[in-house]
């Protein structure tokens, strides 16, 4: 198939409570087969509460909104998948590649649909070494240019937070906090950092995202979930792995699109699988919110 030919056959999700999933948590952020339990629980959330779930990829050369279950165990299976991110999807694509969507490129293609809510477990943000290394993820950049509300746990504490609050403060991006009013940092559910906006249900949230896309600006707001309190970990305690983990990046000289992976390997690793646990408890979390929330869209719209 031609990637014209494929760019027609993709549907128009508008009229859906559709919510869209990304598959580079899938085959880079966490092992199999935990990996692609996760995902389809993700799917069963969506619907619990509503909604109607596509999880989002590229199966050799094509672009899937909705990858079917088997295609979804294949990915996590061989995740021999590439990491495509905003700048590697016409590479992907013309390869005839099979590719795993970042929240950047996964924002793309759901706008493809016209899907407007996308949950993931965490977002990339400015890296801890920002000044020297200058590595911020393309996730942060995305939401200024793409008009799709991700609802995710928090940026994980393995970025430098502050940096990555002022940037999303820069670029005009809603931070919104649901039912909460500090910073969830994904592993653990509060921090010492303020939000200005939040909503404490799914209708107020949906209230505040119609009026920005109203307004045509023309963005995506970030939504921030707190992981249920019976994953939540204590900080300090993830403070000395994530230390650890940066250690043992910088002795293997781990750069570019290779560093969140590394670090979230390694963090399930020196944890012995506690940090999974939370990892995907909070994902399906959000799937679920997700859920609530394309519904909520589909009625302001109608
Ligand atoms: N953060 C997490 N879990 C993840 C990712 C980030 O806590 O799985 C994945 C997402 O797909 C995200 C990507 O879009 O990593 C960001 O990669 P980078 O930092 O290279 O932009
Ligand atoms: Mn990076």
């Known amino acids: 198939m031609t990637l014209e030919e494929n760019l027609k056959r993709i549907p128009d999700l508008s009229d859906k409570p559709a919510v869209a999933l990304e598959t580079t948590v899938l085959t880079h952020g966490m092992p199999y087969p935990q990996n692609v339990e996760c995902a389809l629980k993700c799917e069963e959330e969506i619907r619990r509460a509503g909604g109607e779930p596509y999880t ?3 199966i050799k050369g094509e672009i899937k909104i909705g990858l079917t279950k088997d295609e979804i165990e294949e990915l996590g299976k061989n995740m021999q998948a590439i990491k495509v991110s905003r700048r590697d999807i016409g590479y992907c694509v013309s390869k005839g590649l099979n590719g795993s969507t970042t929240v950047a490129a996964t924002m793309i293609l759901a706008k493809l649909a016209n899907i ?3 949950s993931t477990g965490g977002i990339g943000g400015v890296h801890r070494g920002y000044n020297d290394t200058m590595d ?3 996730d942060l950049e995305e939401f200024s240019k793409t008009d799709v ?8 504490a393995i970025l430098d937070i ?4 002022e940037y999303l403060e820069t670029k005009g991006i809603p931070v919104i906090g649901y039912q909460t009013k500090k910073m969830p940092l994904f592993y653990t559910r509060t921090s010492d950092y303020d939000l200005e906006i939040s909503a404490s249900d799914a209708k107020e949230l949906a209230s505040i995202i119609y009026a920005q896309s109203l307004l045509g600006l023309n963005q995506g707001s ?4 707190p992981v249920p309190e019976k994953f939540s970990l204590d900080a300090n305690k993830m403070e000395g792995y994530i230390q650890e983990a940066l250690r043992q990046m910088e002795e293997q000289k781990i750069t570019g699109k290779a560093v969140t992976p590394f670090l ?3 963090l399930c690793e020196l944890t012995k699988g506690v940090s999974l646990e939370t990892n995907m408890a909070l ?3 959000n799937a679920y919110v997700g859920g609530l929330l394309a519904k909520e869209l589909l009625q302001l719209r109608k």
């Not at 502050?162 to 609050?165: A, G």
């Not at 970030?222 to 979930?225: F, P, S, T």
């Open 136 to 138: 911020v993820s393309a």
């Open 283 to 285: 994902i399906e979390n």
């Open 264 to 266: 979230l390997a390694k």
């Open 162 to 165: 502050p940096r990555t609050l």
């Open 56 to 58: 989002i990829g590229i």
């Open 222 to 225: 970030l939504i921030v979930n």
């Open 149 to 156: 509300n991700v609802i995710c746990a928090g940026p994980k």
């Open 116 to 118: 407007r809510v996308f």
